[in-house]
């Protein structure tokens, strides 16, 4: 894997982990001449900044927090003498969006993409018992052949500004954990798991990817510590007795741990958390352990005050409170892969995770809100940069699955937020795109997109590849609001009736549903924005999912409210937000608890 091994960085009785997270240097660079001016041998600035997390929202002028272009972070970084003779590397959660790396002056890494880690050998370079200086050029920058997409726009006073052709502010840095890894040279790079269940007994396939020929040995602890399966050989099956199952809102985990011996001497040894369980889709039920489930949670996003993006594990314990105290279950982590961390509370929480790609702004147009729910048409998926973006996109997709595919939570994976699906030529790339899936996830998780407004049964022509059908729909909202929320109602129902008479035999699912509400407003009668509208939008909603016997789940737009792009349909950010910013509930957080606390997980099951 040309990013390095995926693994999160762990300590062990063979690795070694130093977190270079902190204080760095941090100098922009609007004419891009650092390069020239040897920036990679260290910053001369009095600019610090923390990592992780996004840039944008420390500074008070405007010029520093709408910055796009080049800009590059340093830090002195202390390597142990006893380090010497591992083998060193960098590990990156995420750099946004794209990445030169240099140590002690030279350049060791480029890697394009910012929400998925990367990993840089810098044993030749590093100084063991020194001092040594690592320096990141970023840019973040958008367009139209990387994920996310969007474009720069040159004010006339020569200042970039990003136009993404999405719903999010472009927050960009060093967003999340760096780490110094020091690992032996025969070490573990990465393992799969499978799972089959038959009564009590669990049969855990696994394969285990090393840098070596030495003997593996794998073992499997259950929460008491008590040993429950082990094996040996790089690929094998761990049988597990009595096995005790991941389970929707109760996450058993087992401990995995991976060693790499010769003769008694250890070489390696590396340790994850899996869970039993099996995912599977049949008819139109969404199968947990054979169990039909039915989904209630939100499209979410990374995003809080001051940091961001940047990784912020305070904030993420709040909101798996606050969705546990909604009777959630679910969520999709729209629109890119989130930090690692939050997989792994979901992992422990029970939360089923629709994991997605960075694939989002495939549609040309930077009001993609109001331009995708009323029609336009723009042709994305035919022109010069769809050879280089289907490329950067299977990328991202194998990465994401190589860093995702351990964890019990992600049951599905999306591939693409709300891309233009009326032209012909968006069916040759979709193709592409499902089938990476299909060939890198060892457990053959379903697969989906979520479809846009203007993605209806007669113009879309790519909603066939998903395995489950994921809609995104605002009529109430962007379509027929306030007044005209009854024709709203009817051109909701009119559209799943067209649905229906496809008889698809898929399980749908609401991906998105939505409207913006500003907390201080309350209005008897309701209006838009309101608190109340919020409510009677939802109860329209929920009217209509619980009409179809297909539909079997509803994740909410938003979470919380979220910081976006300046304009006049956003007031200081998207207010479709269940919870503030700030993690505290508008009306319509009771209003769900009261609904989702009443519908059973088997809601509306064939069984
Ligand atoms: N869906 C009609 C993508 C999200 C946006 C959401 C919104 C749109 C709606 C598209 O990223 O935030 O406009 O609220």
């Known amino acids: ?60 002028d405007k010029d520093a927090r709408e910055y796009c272009g080049d800009l590059w972070y340093a830090r002195d970084l202390y390597i142990p003498k006893e380090y010497e003779g591992l083998k060193l590397a960098l590990r990156f959660g995420a750099a946004t969006h794209r990445a030169i790396v240099y140590v002690n002056g030279q350049e060791v890494f480029r890697h394009e993409g910012g929400f998925l880690p990367f990993s840089c050998d810098i044993t030749e370079v590093a100084q063991c018992g020194a001092e040594n200086k690592v320096v990141v050029k970023l840019n973040n920058e958008l367009s139209e052949t990387n994920l996310p997409c969007g474009t720069v ?24 954990s760096v780490y110094l890894t020091a690992i032996p040279a025969d070490s573990v790079f990465g393992y799969e798991t499978t799972y089959a269940i038959d009564g009590t007994t669990a049969q855990v396939g696994y394969t285990v990817k090393t840098a070596s020929s030495a003997k593996v040995e794998v073992s499997l602890f259950d929460e008491d510590g008590v040993l429950a399966a082990r094996a040996e050989g790089a690929t094998g099956t761990l049988t597990v007795e009595d096995a005790k199952l991941w389970q929707v809102g109760k996450g058993y985990l087992y401990k995995i741990v991976i060693r790499l011996l010769d003769g008694d001497t250890l070489l390696d040894e590396y340790y994850d958390f899996i869970g039993i369980r099996t995912v599977e889709v049949k008819g139109t039920d969404i199968l947990i352990n054979g169990a039909p489930v039915y989904l209630k949670g939100f499209g979410k996003h990374e995003d809080s005050d001051i940091v961001g ?78 050879p280089k973006l289907l490329e950067r996109h299977l990328d991202d ?39 990476q899936a299909a060939k890198l996830d060892p457990q053959k998780r379903p697969r989906t997109f979520a479809l846009v407004m203007n993605s209806v049964p007669d113009k879309c022509k790519c ?27 009817e051109a909701f129902i009119a559209e799943m009736d067209k649905w229906q008479a496809l ?26 924005w309101s608190q109340e509208y919020q409510i009677e939008y939802l109860k329209m909603c929920h009217e209509v999912f619980d009409s179809y016997p297909f539909v079997k789940g509803e994740q909410v737009w938003n979470f919380a409210d979220f910081q976006t792009t300046e304009g006049i349909m956003r007031c200081d950010g998207n207010k479709k937000g269940i919870f503030t910013r700030q993690r505290q509930p508008k009306d319509a957080a009771f209003y769900f608890k009261k609904r989702w606390d009443s519908l059973p997980l088997d809601h509306k099951s064939n069984k």
């Open 309 to 386: 993006r940047g990784t912020n594990i305070a904030q993420t314990k709040r909101d798996f409170e606050l969705m546990k105290w909604i009777g959630a279950n679910s969520f999709r982590t729209s629109h890119y892969p989130y930090s690692e961390e939050v997989y792994q509370m979901a992992d422990r929480e029970g939360f089923l995770v629709i994991d997605e790609v960075p694939a989002v702004g495939m549609l040309r147009s930077i009001a993609n809100f109001l331009d995708a729910s009323t029609g336009a048409q723009t042709n994305f998926f035919s022109g010069d940069h769809v």
């Open 503 to 528: 008889d698809l035999d898929k399980p749908f699912i609401f991906t998105e549903y939505g409207a913006d509400t500003h907390p201080g407003i309350h209005k008897l009668p309701s209006v838009m």
């Open 463 to 489: 909603y066939q590849f998903s395995d489950i059908i994921a809609l995104n729909r605002y009529f109430g909202w962007y379509v027929n609001g306030g007044p005209e929320i009854c024709d709203a109602k």
């Open 1 to 60: 894997m040309k990013n390095g091994s995926m693994l999160y960085p762990r300590e062990t009785a063979t690795r070694r982990l130093k977190s270079l997270d902190g204080m760095w240097d941090l100098r922009f660079d609007p004419s891009s001449t650092g390069s020239s001016e040897g920036w990679a041998n260290g910053l001369d600035t009095s600019i610090t900044i923390p990592v992780p997390a996004s840039f944008q929202d420390f500074f008070t």
């Open 397 to 435: 997709i194998a990465d994401m699955i190589e860093r995702d595919k351990n964890h019990p939570c992600v049951f599905a994976w999306s591939l693409l937020n709300e891309p233009e699906t009326t032209d012909e030529s968006a069916v040759p790339y979709f193709e592409r795109v499902f089938e």
């Open 153 to 176: 726009k040159v004010l006339k006073n020569g200042k970039k500004i990003a136009k993404p052709y999405f719903d999010f502010y472009n927050y960009s840095g060093l967003n999340r």
